[in-house]
């Protein structure tokens, strides 16, 4: 402490340097940290992070191009044990053989969107049969899969909505893990190829794109390597059904209500965004009017029908077709969505060296007999 | 073991329980673990201010608010033990003082003295409890079981998962937060300048225990011949009741510390003590506490002539579903805010005044923060006083044996109509149609046909499928200029579809769709005949669907006006309190509120009181909210 005390005959040699020298350093610090962050234009400040992009997840897997593309199975009840043989047969179709072999491989991490948009019970079809969920999750595992993840971003409260729809339940039984969304899982997508000189391509609405940089629930996406859709299929006030293209909705974060104004636009949109690696449709409940919401079981059928394919266009035409029992003519979307698969694709290749199928007429795949039904005996 | 070494280990196992509680009061705890529903709330209902306040203001006591008697009664015999051993506000201020102490033992010595000031919690108590019996419940300001809960759902959870967002999911916002954390932060901070500020100077619960320890059998006694005047018994009293010399019966903690203190153990807990060494009574004398009554009566007064909670009610004040008429809300709210934490949505949020001042941080329903959860009835069953009442899912919706009464409506939607998308702005649009989960929808639509901009054109040329247009000419030209449409502008897609309105001669006007469209020219959908003479004024319209509400349906969740596109400060759809069910219809009182906008005048349907008119008589305990076909 004693030489610290103040004295008459002013700063030590000692005392100075260590003044001088502290004084120096924190200067240089204050000049170096400033230089360091300094920003002459003030644009460095406002710089945005490049938006992630989607890989196909279809193109890593290896499909013959003679093989169905379309595999339906019906039953005759909704108990879990029957569910679960319609998910292996219609899963079967497309496989040539029981399992997911040909989708899943070991060590995959597959991220299934089940459509868990709103809080109801699975009566009421306004979500994804658990039991199907919990069904594909045990096909995932016996195929190797090293992690199941389960994502949706609900319209209402997110832990109701997984709770409710008894989907939560029907993860943690089987072993998946449920991500809720949170304000820090989401971050910029760009869903088409970056403009030249590197500029993010701005939709244009004159070609019916409405999807440009957007914010989507990537958390999930970060970490898997397969995607596959499980749609419910319902009728949808604004565009007539809810399918497989618009069960992605349930990615996208943000403002999304405003795509509202082009509905058609952003539900072929985001057939472009995302080419999953498999789609399977729960048809075991059918939401008929009153969608998407519902809340009655007026507004619902019996399905008993559950639907995998390969090309997410035709499945969602079957469906609308076979299942809400429409005309898919007159499914707007479905025309812009072959539009841009077309677009995208330049030319007229053919579907395999595209990466993905996708053709709105399904008949096309019957008359060319690539579409197989199989008939699930009820029980265990 | 020392008998403080105890009193800390029940101090830490009872603020730990205090957070286990709060922490467990969400949507997905409770879901997961139901039964977690009947302790969440414990530490209020164990509150015998809560009890006694809302037993003068209600005339009744709230299932679980009889839990105060485990409270009340020892406290008869022990004195505050409550204040030094469970209460986890009380155990935050003790730590806070004691992590926090920078005083030597001369200066914690006169800081643990009795001051006069500290009398001032006892006139906040009698201002209270008179302002009560009234009708007016307040107490919930500065209880603190009420105060703690309050601040943790508002500030002090949300802030401590900002960090942590991604493993808790988002954290809620609560509507001016920062008042109720500049509080919570100036009651702690306090403790720096007086020891227990907030338990000594303010605590309602603490006076009121403070008078009910005035027949405690066991008490602090000093033995004057063993005493050396020391002080030293007063280093670390958490009461300020002074041990030194004649206790202060209604200021003891029970904390204990002032016989570990004392190095001549001249201090015992002691059964029947002497009485000469002993002040029974709180030190507020009597003209104080007539002035303290008389102001609290004062106080209801003025809440009342405000008049917000009666003629000028706010149509903002939306309550949560299964909440009691409002004048019987107020006297059972103790602004708790356990509803508003359990929210799985954030829609429920503090009030500041829209209820009036007496409605100060009562929950309301923000549709800009959230909505109504459809089948979620989770506040209900967290509400302490029964303000909200519990109710079952096929209550709150009007299913099962409830269908003949309805569901319960919040409030009803409506819609400005000037910022809407389609109504003003020619643009599809009906989120609201979509989201609306009531079957069937509330939101319906109608084909609606507007004017698009400059649409009213002039007849240059026709045929009987095409017509050529030209604008209608400006003043001083003979001819209007040709039109300059861009071809096939008007061709429509799956939302939206144009029209033409056209006058066909012999009187008749009649609409066309229009197929097609080049620069001047219209292609229409049909025949027209007979054909339209140049010159005739054809308008051109855009046909889409706009939406309206059935307030027969309506029941004012608010997921129409969350998800309004238009979100701006006031959404193109909203929903007012106007048409709530728990109005009494034929109240005086609350006429406003309860206006029926339902077509049919289903008496059945309004003026229906919560809880009590249709509930049924057998049904005892309410099934869990899950129940609904899950």
């Not at chain 2, 026709?462 to 050529?468: K, M, P």
């Not at chain 2, 069910?581 to 003026?607: F, I, P, V």
Request: with cysteine.
């Amino acid at each position: 402490m004693a030489e610290s005390q103040p004295t008459e005959t002013g700063l030590s040699r000692r005392e100075f340097l260590r003044r001088g020298g502290a004084t120096l350093i924190a200067a240089g610090a204050a000049t170096g940290g400033a230089l360091w962050l300094y920003d002459p234009t003030g644009k460095a400040g406002l710089r945005q992070p490049s938006p992630q992009r989607l890989p196909n997840y279809f193109a890593s897997v290896d499909y013959p191009v003679s093989a169905p593309r379309i595999s339906i199975a019906r039953g005759g009840a909704l108990d879990p044990q029957t569910v679960e043989k319609m998910v292996r047969s219609a899963v079967g179709g497309l496989n040539g053989g029981p399992g997911l072999s040909r989708f899943i491989r070991k060590g995959d991490v597959v991220l299934l969107k089940p459509n868990v948009g709103f809080e109801r019970a699975p009566q009421f079809a306004a979500t994804t049969n658990p039991d199907v969920v919990r069904a594909v999750i045990r096909l995932c595992r016996e195929a190797g899969a090293s992690e199941v993840l389960v994502a949706d971003n609900p319209i209402e409260a997110a832990p109701n909505c997984f709770a409710r729809s008894g989907i939560q339940d029907a993860a943690q039984r089987g072993g998946a893990r449920v991500l809720i969304p949170a304000n820090v899982y989401f971050t910029p997508l760009a869903i088409r190829e970056p403009n030249p000189d590197g500029t993010p391509h701005q939709p244009d609405p004159a070609q019916h794109e409405a999807l440009g940089t957007w914010p989507v629930f990537w958390e999930p996406l970060r970490e898997a390597n397969k995607v596959i859709g499980i749609p419910v299929i319902k009728d949808h006030s604004l565009c007539y059904a809810s399918m497989g293209l618009k069960n992605w909705y349930g990615l996208l974060g943000g403002r999304r209500n405003q795509f509202h104004q082009a509905i058609h636009d952003i539900i072929s949109d985001l057939g472009l965004m995302l080419s999953p690696t498999l789609t399977i449709v729960d048809g075991t409940r059918v939401m008929m009017r009153n969608g998407p919401t519902g809340g009655s079981l007026s507004d619902v059928r019996d399905g008993n029908t559950i639907v995998a394919s390969v090309d997410p266009l035709a499945c969602d035409a079957w469906c609308y077709e076979n299942l809400l029992e429409r005309d898919p003519a007159a499914l707007r979307y479905l025309d812009l969505a072959q539009e841009k698969f077309g677009a995208q694709e330049a030319g007229p290749r053919s579907y395999a060296e595209a990466g993905r199928f996708g053709t709105r007429h399904w008949t096309d795949y019957r008359n060319r007999g690539l579409i197989v039904e199989t008939v699930v005996r009820s029980g265990a | 073991m020392r008998i403080t070494t105890v009193r800390i280990l029940v101090q830490t196992v009872m603020f730990s329980l205090f957070l286990a509680f709060v922490l467990l009061t969400t949507f997905s705890h409770l879901n997961d673990w139901p039964s977690a529903k009947w302790v969440v709330s414990k530490f209020l209902e164990v509150d015998p201010l809560v009890g006694i306040a809302t037993a003068i203001t209600t005339h009744t006591v709230y299932r679980g608010l009889l839990w105060g008697l485990v409270i009340l009664i020892p406290t008869l015999f022990l004195g505050r033990f409550f204040c030094g051993w469970i209460c986890p506000f009380g155990i935050l201020h003790h730590l806070v003082g004691w992590v926090f102490n920078r005083r030597n033992a001369k200066e914690k010595i006169e800081s643990n003295r009795y001051r006069p000031l500290f009398a001032l919690k006892y006139s906040i108590l009698i201002g209270f409890l008179a302002a009560a019996a009234f009708g007016c419940l307040q107490i919930g300001l500065l209880d603190p079981i009420v105060f703690l809960y309050r601040a943790f759902t508002t500030n002090v959870l949300p802030v401590a998962n900002m960090p942590a967002q991604s493993a808790f999911g988002d954290y809620h916002v609560h509507a001016y937060a920062w008042v109720l954390g500049f509080l919570f932060l100036f009651f702690v901070s306090m403790n720096l300048v007086i020891p227990r500020f907030f338990c000594r100077v303010i605590c309602p619960l603490g006076a009121l225990l403070g008078v009910l320890s005035r027949y405690a059998f066991w008490r602090i006694e000093r033995d004057p011949d063993k005493c050396v005047n020391c002080d030293l018994c007063l280093h670390s009293c958490e009461g300020a009741s002074d041990p030194h010399k004649q206790l202060r019966m209604s200021e003891c903690f029970v904390c204990f510390n002032c016989i570990e203190d004392c190095p001549h153990e001249a201090l015992r807990f002691a059964f029947l003590p002497s009485r000469r060494r002993e002040i029974r009574s709180p030190d507020i004398g009597r003209r104080h506490a007539v002035f303290a009554a008389l102001v609290g009566g004062l106080f209801f007064g003025w809440t009342k002539a405000g008049g917000k909670s009666t003629r000028d009610f706010s149509s903002k004040v939306i309550r949560p579903p299964g909440s009691v008429e409002e004048q019987e809300f107020l006297a059972r709210c103790i602004k708790c805010d356990q509803c508003i934490r359990v929210c799985p949505t954030n829609v429920l949020q503090p009030a500041s005044f829209e209820a009036g001042v007496e409605g100060l941080w009562t929950p309301i329903l923000n549709f800009r923060m959230g909505a109504c959860q459809h089948q979620c009835t989770a506040c209900g069953h967290v509400c302490p006083t029964g303000a909200i009442q519990r109710i079952t899912v096929e209550e709150k919706l009007g299913l099962a044996e409830f269908e003949a009464v309805g569901p319960i409506r919040l409030g009803t939607a409506h819609f400005d109509v000037g910022r809407c998308l389609p109504w003003s702005k020619n643009i599809p649009c009906v989120v609201c149609e979509e989201v609306c989960p009531v079957s069937p929808k509330a939101i319906h639509c109608e084909y609606r046909q507007m004017l698009v901009r400059d649409g009213k054109k002039l007849v240059r040329a026709a045929t009987a499928t095409a017509l050529t247009l030209i604008d209608s000419p400006a003043p001083g030209q003979a001819v209007g200029a040709p039109c300059t449409f861009r071809p096939g502008e008007f061709k429509g897609d799956a939302s939206l579809s144009y029209h033409v309105q056209v006058y066909t001669g012999g009187g008749f006007v009649r609409t066309f769709p229009i197929a097609d469209n080049d620069a001047d020219t219209l292609v229409v959908d049909g025949v027209m005949d007979p054909v339209p003479p140049a010159g005739a004024v054809a308008a051109i319209h855009v046909q889409l669907k706009v939406p309206k509400i059935d307030t027969e349906y309506c029941i004012g969740c608010g997921l129409c006006e969350l998800e309004c596109p238009v979100v701006g400060d006031r959404r193109a759809v909203y929903v007012t309190a106007e048409g709530e069910t728990r109005s009494t219809n034929y109240s005086e009182r609350d006429r406003n509120r309860s206006l029926r906008l339902t077509r049919t005048a289903d008496a059945g349907r309004t003026g229906r009181v919560i809880g009590e008119e249709f509930r049924k008589p057998d049904s005892g305990e309410v099934p869990d909210w899950t129940s609904l076909l899950s």
